[in-house]
């Protein structure tokens, strides 16, 4: 009871329902009130705002029913920070320019998501991180709107682009109309702050692969065509940013290089592990909002597609999935955790970094950012029941 009283309601209303299956059908909103120490009325909109989306995987998620971990998601402690730091640099090289786009930005908690993944970086990388993703996220939503035939367009262009400037002889453009290679010249030239310049060859090698299998998806959208099941799931972890995020994680690690190089080689498995993780919970999350854009660039998509299940049976099929590797990936850490020894830290430090990463895709999806909630049955009480939430 110590450990429920210490977590925000919402956590701990998760928390509790996955131990006690219905239990707030039990209990009634006073009782509610007093057991989380809130007003019966908060508790009364938290339950009518369950209620609402009680069909879909995001309100699974709040109640603890799938997507569960014995491990913790967290925050940087300089999130707000990074967020306005964030902002300006986009602002300030017209990547958001209305008031109306920086709204919807900072509603959606866009840069939550680095600041739940790398919980731990320092200030100075956390903030170079935030405008990556930033850039990440503003660049695919822009290609997502863009009809059909031009996408591929698109992306033959920033790959050329971005390959053109991670050059070592790259001379700047004079002057560049478009923002989003304009963004990443900057960008590019500003990790030299960082001091990481050995993790600049991974950093050009990751960056690249996203390009290219981004041009995949395009030219799959663009010519309407589906993907085989296999095929997706090579190309999934680096045209979602996925893997790109994963190997971010030598970046904001305290060590010398060559011994945090040879670490992150050791733990293989592990991450191969932990990326199938988060891919699972992101097709699942995202299957609806990517469902409305008809992008089939999803595993529950392309289970209903390629062998013929409903949605439900997907869905069940991929949270089978997703258990059975999560069981494997905690046996596998237990491996490195079981005989600790000082100097066995590094791995330590990167396999918590790991777990940031699993949990934190999932919390940011489900408790920060509105990205991935239904929208049909919320259309008219969404906004109104939310501003109830401090997200």
């Known amino acids: 009871m110590v450990l429920i009283s210490q977590k925000h309601y919402k956590d701990a209303y998760a928390l509790l329902n996955r131990y006690f299956n219905?239990?707030?059908?039990?209990?009634?909103?006073?009782?509610?009130?007093?057991?989380?120490?809130?007003?019966?009325?908060?508790?009364?909109?938290?339950?009518?705002?369950?209620?609402?989306?009680?069909?879909?995987?995001?309100?699974?998620?709040?109640?603890?029913?799938?997507?569960?971990?014995?491990?913790?998601?967290?925050?940087?402690?300089?999130?707000?920070?990074?967020?306005?730091?964030?902002?300006?640099?986009?602002?300030?090289?017209?990547?958001?320019?209305?008031?109306?786009?920086?709204r919807n930005f900072?509603?959606?908690?866009?840069?939550?998501l680095a600041a739940r993944l790398y919980p731990e970086a320092s200030l100075q990388k956390s903030i170079w991180i935030g405008k990556l993703y930033a850039w990440l996220f503003l660049m695919d939503d822009y290609a997502d709107r863009l009809p059909k035939g031009q996408k591929l367009k698109f992306w033959a262009v920033m790959e050329e682009?971005?390959?053109?400037?991670m050059d070592p002889?790259?001379?700047?453009?004079?002057?560049?109309?478009?923002?989003?290679?304009?963004?990443?010249?900057?960008?590019?030239?500003?990790?030299?702050?960082?001091?990481?310049e050995w993790y600049r060859d991974t950093l050009k090698s990751e960056i690249e692969q996203y390009m290219v299998a981004n041009l995949w998806e395009a030219k799959n959208r663009d010519f309407d065509k589906i993907p085989p099941l296999e095929e997706y799931l090579n190309k999934r972890p680096y045209f979602s940013g996925g893997r790109l995020a994963l190997e971010l994680i030598p970046l904001c690690i305290h060590g010398k290089p060559e011994e945090i190089q040879y670490a992150w080689g050791m733990l293989e498995a592990p991450r191969k592990l932990a990326a199938e993780l988060i891919f699972i919970s992101n097709d699942i999350l995202s299957y609806q909002k990517e469902a409305?854009?008809?992008?089939?660039?999803?595993?529950?998509?392309?289970?209903?597609?390629?062998?013929?299940?409903?949605?439900?049976?997907?869905?069940?099929?991929?949270?089978?999935?997703?258990?059975?590797?999560?069981?494997?990936?905690?046996?596998?850490?237990?491996?490195?955790?079981?005989?600790?020894?000082?100097?066995?830290?590094?791995?330590?430090?990167m396999i918590k970094n790991l777990k940031f990463q699993v949990s934190g895709a999932v919390t940011w999806s489900v408790e920060d950012t509105k990205r991935y909630l239904p929208k049909e049955k919320l259309a008219n009480t969404i906004a109104r029941i939310e501003k109830s939430f401090k997200y």
């Open 106 to 112: 900072r509603e959606n908690k866009m840069t939550y």
């Open 292 to 349: 409305e854009i008809s992008d089939f660039h999803n595993w529950v998509a392309l289970l209903m597609e390629n062998q013929k299940m409903d949605k439900d049976g997907a869905m069940q099929t991929l949270l089978l999935r997703h258990d059975k590797v999560l069981r494997t990936f905690e046996s596998k850490i237990r491996l490195y955790t079981a005989n600790y020894k000082p100097e066995d830290s590094l791995n330590l430090s």
């Open 161 to 165: 682009s971005v390959g053109n400037i």
């Open 22 to 102: 219905g239990f707030f059908r039990i209990l009634n909103p006073d009782q509610l009130a007093q057991l989380f120490k809130v007003d019966k009325r908060t508790i009364s909109r938290h339950n009518k705002y369950l209620h609402q989306i009680k069909e879909s995987p995001v309100a699974k998620v709040k109640m603890g029913e799938i997507l569960n971990y014995d491990f913790f998601s967290s925050l940087h402690l300089e999130a707000g920070l990074i967020t306005n730091k964030v902002v300006a640099w986009l602002k300030s090289h017209q990547l958001l320019e209305s008031p109306r786009q920086i």
């Open 169 to 196: 002889f790259y001379q700047a453009y004079l002057v560049n109309e478009n923002i989003f290679i304009r963004g990443f010249e900057i960008l590019w030239k500003d990790f030299a702050m960082l001091k990481s």
